[in-house]
Each structure stands twice: as structure tokens, then as C-alpha cells.
């Protein structure tokens, strides 16, 4: 039990379809992380949230769209992917200050057609 | 640009032995977070290091930190075939974001 939960933990879909990937945290924590990690490439950070607010949106493609509607749920809203965005998205949360560790979730394994 | 690496990508030690991984870093940091991922899972905190700090312990965990050399090593001692997994460095630096390497995946053979 790591105290943050995601779900689906695996997903198939297509590229046209629309589908979402939901995270909750048990933490009473104050920043949410969404992270995309693909094979043989760096954890990359796509966006935070501290006490609900969007701080940082990493150059993310628009067919991303994430959702905080308090800061015990993360949403990140997808539609219209493609193969390339195949990969293990995992969510965080951390405590008050963006420089303390994250808790991750165990992610959702994505696999687009 | 801000990015951890590890050293080395691979590691393969058997049972018992002591697993030293490395990280080097390119900005200043504010500190620096070591995490270890299991096969299928998400990533665990193991240990965080402050800039001012140069050497931290957790149970079998000692990590080291040179803000000279910009890098830092992880040092698991009496190996056990539950420590194989991936291992990362997340360099925190002004812009309070965590940036991770590509890892270090260490086997340790029963």
C-alpha cells in the first residue's frame, strides 16, 4: 500500500477514443504529479499541481488534459493519442513544499493501437 | 540541461556483495533524491540529500554527495536478491522540479 492509487492500472485503446486515467492520494499531501516514463528514456515530469493550481505544464501536447478538483484527485484526460504515447504514466504527490519526496503510485501501463 | 545520470545503466552482482551506483548531475542542485523502482511498480523514496549534507545512512543505504564534481553514489551493502530493481537520482535544483536519470538496473543473483 503506498498511499497513492491508480487506476485503470493497465488501459488498450485507440487513438481516436477518449479515456482517463485517474490517481488518488491518502496522503493529505499538497502537490500532484503527473510523470510519463517510455523504455530506455528518462522519467519525464508533464504537470504539477500544488493545492490544486496548475504550477508546471512540461510542454505537454494538447490531447493531455489534466484535472485536479482538490488536492486528493488527479485526472489526466486523454483523447486522439498516439502510438508513441505508449508508456507507464505514474502519479505523485508530495507534502507542502515541492522540494520533499514524491510518493508514486504503481501507474497505468498504456498501450495505444 | 538538468538531467541525472546513472553509472553504470547495468549492474549484475551476486547475493551478499555491496552494489555502488553513480550519478552525475548538471546544475545546482538544492538536493538530491535517490528512488528505486520495481519491475511493474512505481517509484520508492529511498534517501534524500541536502547540498550542505555529504554523506547520508539508511539501514544498509549510504549515500554520498559532491557538489565539486556535481555527483553523487549509492552504495547498498550485503546485497539481497529483494534489492534487484531499477535505482534513479532525482536531481531538485531552483526550479523545485525533480528531474530523474535514465537508472540503474542492478541484479543481485541468489
Known amino acids: 500500500e503506498t498511499g497513492v492509487t491508480q487506476t485503470p492500472r493497465h488501459l488498450v485503446m485507440g487513438m481516436t477514443n477518449k479515456k482517463s486515467l485517474k490517481c488518488e492520494q491518502h496522503?493529505?499531501?499538497?502537490?500532484m504529479y503527473w510523470y510519463k516514463q517510455s523504455a530506455k528514456k528518462p522519467l519525464e515530469l508533464m504537470f504539477v499541481?500544488?493545492?490544486?493550481?496548475?504550477?508546471e505544464n512540461n510542454s505537454v501536447p494538447s490531447r493531455f488534459s489534466p484535472e485536479c478538483p482538490n488536492s486528493s484527485h488527479l485526472f489526466l484526460h486523454l483523447h486522439t493519442l498516439q502510438p508513441e504515447d505508449s508508456a507507464l504514466y505514474l502519479c505523485?504527490?508530495?507534502?507542502?513544499?515541492?522540494?520533499?519526496?514524491?510518493?508514486f503510485g504503481d501507474g497505468t501501463r498504456l498501450s495505444i493501437l | 540541461s538538468q538531467q541525472g545520470e546513472e553509472d553504470p545503466q547495468a549492474l549484475s552482482i551476486q547475493e551478499g556483495e555491496n552494489a555502488t551506483m553513480n550519478c552525475s548531475y548538471k546544475?545546482?542542485?538544492?538536493?538530491l533524491q535517490w528512488y528505486r523502482q520495481n519491475s511493474g511498480r512505481g517509484l520508492v523514496h529511498l534517501i534524500l540529500?541536502?547540498?550542505?549534507?555529504r554523506e547520508k545512512h539508511s539501514g544498509r543505504l549510504r549515500v554520498t554527495l559532491d557538489t565539486s564534481k556535481k555527483s553523487s553514489s549509492l552504495l547498498i551493502t550485503a546485497s539481497r536478491a529483494a534489492d534487484t530493481a531499477s535505482y534513479f537520482c532525482?536531481?531538485?535544483?531552483?526550479?523545485?522540479?525533480?528531474?530523474f536519470g535514465k537508472g540503474t538496473k542492478l541484479t543481485v543473483n541468489p
Open positions: 505523485a504527490s508530495s507534502q507542502g513544499d515541492l522540494g520533499q519526496p514524491q510518493h
Open positions: 496522503l493529505g499531501h499538497n502537490a
Open positions: 499541481y500544488n493545492f490544486k493550481e496548475q504550477t
Open positions: 546544475t545546482s542542485i538544492n538536493n
Open positions: 540529500i541536502r547540498s550542505n549534507e
Open positions: 532525482g536531481e531538485m535544483g531552483g526550479s523545485e522540479k525533480l528531474v
